[in-house]
C-alpha cells in the first residue's frame, strides 16, 4: 500500500521516519509493505511512485523550510501528483474552521483514500459530516492521535472494552495545562507558570487555546462523537479554562489534600471542560505533561489510561496503530 | 455462534449473566446471537442445543450447588453432548499441573473450538504447547482476563500499540497483595493485613500463592510469552514475595518518600516478581486492591494502565471482549 503525509511539521516527520523504520515489519506482517509516496507541506509538496527516502526529505524540509521542490496552489495538483491508498493528514489543527485539513480530509475520501489524522479541528467541527462521508464512500476515518497524543482511548473504547456500555469518561486531555497548574501547585503565580510551560515548548506564544480549554473541548467532542454516539460540536461544550485560578483557589485545594486540575467530562448528557478539585492521589490528579483518562464502564468499574499526551514521535505511534488497523483490513493480517 | 461454560464459579456465572445481556448487541452486530448450549462445574452439567437461560441455572447452582443435572466422569462425555463453537474456561487455576482447565482447552482445540480463557495455570504452564495446539488447528486461544482482570493489557498491547516493540512492562498483578502492602503503609502489621484481606474476602484461606508471589509470576509469564515472544513457564521467573517486609522495612520506605508495591518485571531479558520500593505518587504505588501496569513502549514512552484486578464481572468483562474479537473475526463486524 502507498501513503501521502498532509503536513510535515514534527509530526509528519516523525510518521515519516516511523514508516521507514516499519518497513521489516510490514513485510512480515502483510507480504508488502507500506510506501511513502508524497508529502507536502503548507506551499510545496514532493512525490514519486516509487517511493521517497524519508530521510532525505526531512533533512530538505530542516534546510530549506520545504518539503518538496514543486509549489501548489490547489490541494488536488499535490494529492493527484501520484497514486495511493492512505491520506496521512496531521497539518496544524485550526478550531475555527477545520482549516486545510478540512479540506485535505475531504478530498481524501471523495476520491477513495483512506484516512488517518491527528488534526483535531476537523473532528472537532465536523465529526458526523466526515463519518457519513467516509461511510458513503467505504473508506475508513481514523483518529486515535486527535486525543491524549500516544495515550490510547479512541481504539481502547473500540477494542479492549467492546461490547460494553461506556458511563462516562472523565479526563485531562491537555499537558499545556496540567503543566501549568503543577506548577501553581508548586506556589508559582499562573503568570511565571504560564511563562516556564512558553519556555520549556510546552506552550504556544499564544496559548489561548490551551489555557481557555478550547483544545480540552476540542477532545470531548471527538470522544462524544466516537465513543457515546453522540453529535455534537465544540459549541455544545461548557467551557471554563485555568485563567482565573490565582493562588489562593491553590492553597484552599492545598489546605483539603486537593489539587486543581483541568477536567474533560463526556457521559450521554454531559460535555463539559473546567477546573475541578481532585483529592491528591487520585489518578485525575496526574502532575506534569501526561494526559490520563477515566473510563467508567459497564461492567469493569474504572479502567484508568495514561501517556505522554503530545510530541511527534508520541503521536506518530497513534498514528501507526491506526494504519496497522487499516491495512489488516485492507489485506489481512 | 453457540458457547459452552466451563467452571461456574463467580466467573462463569458472571459470564453467563453478560452473554444473556448482551443478546442484542450481539444481533445488531453480527445478524446473529452466541446462545449460551452448555455449563459445567467439577461434578455436573447441562447443555441443551435450543439455548440455556442464564439465569435458571445461576439459580439452581446457588440453591444446589449443581449447575446441571448430570454428572460427568470425563470431561468428553459433557463437552460432546451439544454442538458449540467456543468454550470458555474459567475453572479454577491449578499452578502445580493445570488441573481440569488444561485438559478442557486441549480437548477444544484439538475439537476445533475456538477458547476464551481466563484461567492462568494451563498458560503459565503450557504456553507454547497450547497455542502450537491452537495454530494446528486454526483455533483462537484468548486469555485477555487471565491478567490483570478487567485490566485491559494482552490486547492493548496487540491492537493500541501495535506494531511498536515492547521495552518492558512493570505492575502490580496481584490485588491481594497490594492490599495488604496498603494496610501496612496505614501501619498494620503483616499477620493482621492479611487476617483483614482475608475477611474482606481478598485473601483464600490458604493464601500462599498470593503473597509468595506465584500469581504474579503466572501473570508476568503469560505477558512474556504473549507479548515479548519468549518461551517461558513459571519455573524461569524469579519470584521474592511479600512475606519478609516487616513494619521496619515499611517504615524505613516511608521516612524516604515512599512505599513497597510487589511488582512483576517483564523484559526481553527480565522475568521478576519482587517487592520493590516505588516513590509515592508514581503510577506503580496505586493503593487498594487494583492492577496497573507501566508498558515502556519504542515510541510512545510509559504508557499506564489500571483497572480492577479481579472479581465477577470485572473478568466476565475481559472475557466479552475475547468473545468479540473471535466473532469479528469468525462473522465479519
Do not use: W
Not at 124 to 133: G, R
Not at 191 to 204: D, I, N, S, V
Amino acid at each position: 500500500m502507498r501513503a501521502f503525509i498532509c503536513g510535515f511539521g514534527t509530526i509528519g516527520q516523525s510518521v515519516a521516519r516511523v514508516i521507514k523504520e516499519k518497513q521489516d515489519f510490514f513485510s512480515k506482517r502483510y507480504g508488502e509493505t507500506l510506501t511513502l509516496v508524497g508529502a507536502l507541506d503548507s506551499k510545496t509538496y514532493i512525490s514519486d511512485p516509487n517511493g521517497l527516502d524519508a530521510d532525505a526529505i526531512i533533512k530538505a524540509k530542516k534546510e530549506t523550510g520545504k518539503v518538496g521542490n514543486k509549489d501548489y496552489k490547489d490541494i488536488k495538483d499535490a494529492l493527484e501528483s501520484v497514486d495511493f491508498e492512505i491520506l496521512i493528514e496531521v497539518t496544524s489543527t485550526n478550531i475555527e474552521t477545520g482549516g486545510a485539513g478540512l479540506e485535505n480530509i475531504r478530498y481524501a475520501l471523495e476520491n477513495g483514500k483512506d484516512v488517518v489524522t491527528a488534526n483535531k479541528g476537523p473532528l472537532a467541527l465536523k465529526f458526523k459530516e466526515l463519518t457519513d462521508l467516509a461511510d458513503k464512500h467505504d473508506r475508513y476515518l481514523l483518529f486515535e492521535g486527535t486525543v491524549g497524543g500516544a495515550m490510547p482511548i479512541i481504539n481502547l473504547n473500540k477494542y479492549d472494552l467492546a461490547g460494553q456500555k461506556i458511563k462516562s469518561i472523565r479526563g485531562i486531555f491537555n499537558g499545556t495545562c496540567n503543566y501549568i497548574l503543577t506548577k501553581m501547585d508548586d506556589g508559582q503565580p499562573f503568570e511565571q507558570a504560564l511563562k516556564e510551560a512558553q519556555q520549556q515548548g510546552y506552550a504556544e506564544t499564544d496559548p489561548t487555546n490551551d489555557v481557555e480549554g478550547y483544545d480540552s473541548a476540542c477532545k470531548v467532542v471527538i470522544l462524544a462523537n466516537s465513543i457515546f454516539g453522540r453529535n455534537a460540536t465544540l459549541d455544545d461544550v461548557e467551557i471554563t479554562g485555568i485563567t482565573s485560578i490565582n493562588s489562593d483557589a491553590v492553597a484552599l485545594a492545598q489546605n483539603n489534600g486537593m489539587v486543581i486540575r483541568l477536567i474533560g467530562e463526556v457521559s450521554p448528557t454531559k460535555l463539559e471542560v473546567a477546573p475541578r478539585l481532585i483529592p491528591r492521589g487520585h489518578p485525575l490528579s496526574l502532575p506534569g505533561t501526561l494526559n490520563t483518562a477515566e473510563i467508567i464502564t459497564e461492567y469493569a468499574g474504572p479502567i484508568t489510561v495514561s501517556g505522554v499526551g503530545a510530541g511527534g514521535l508520541e503521536t506518530a505511534s497513534a498514528i501507526l496503530s491506526d494504519i496497522i488497523d487499516i491495512m489488516d483490513e485492507r489485506i489481512g493480517d
